[in-house]
C-alpha cells in the first residue's frame, strides 16, 4: 500500500483548519490534495485527536496480530482434522 504524505498529526491539523471556517478549496490547493482525498479523511479522522488516532493506531496492530494468530490456529486444527480422519 502506498504511504501518504502526511502523518495522521497533519491531517487532523488539515481538517481542524477546515473546521475554524478556511474553504475547503482553499485547503485542498494550498497542501496540494483532491478533494476526494479531502472528503475521505474528513470520514476518517473527522472530530478525532491525535491521541484517539494512536489508539486507533495501536487497536489496528492488536486486531492485525489477533487475526494472524487465529488464521494460524486454524490451520493447526485443520491439519490435525486430516491427520485424525486417516485409517491407520
Known amino acids: 500500500m502506498k504511504k501518504s504524505r502526511f502523518t495522521e498529526e497533519q491531517i487532523v491539523g488539515i481538517l481542524r483548519e477546515s473546521e475554524a471556517g478556511v474553504n475547503n478549496k482553499e485547503i485542498c490547493r494550498k497542501y496540494g490534495i483532491s478533494d ?13 485527536q491525535v491521541s484517539d488516532i ?9 486486531n492485525a496480530t489477533l487475526k494472524r494468530i487465529l488464521g494460524q490456529k486454524e490451520l493447526e486444527i485443520t491439519a490435525m482434522k486430516a491427520v485424525l480422519e486417516k485409517k491407520w
Open 36 to 48: 476526494g482525498t479531502f472528503y475521505k479523511w474528513r470520514a476518517k479522522y473527522g472530530g478525532m
Open 54 to 62: 494512536k489508539k486507533m493506531k495501536g487497536l489496528e496492530e492488536e
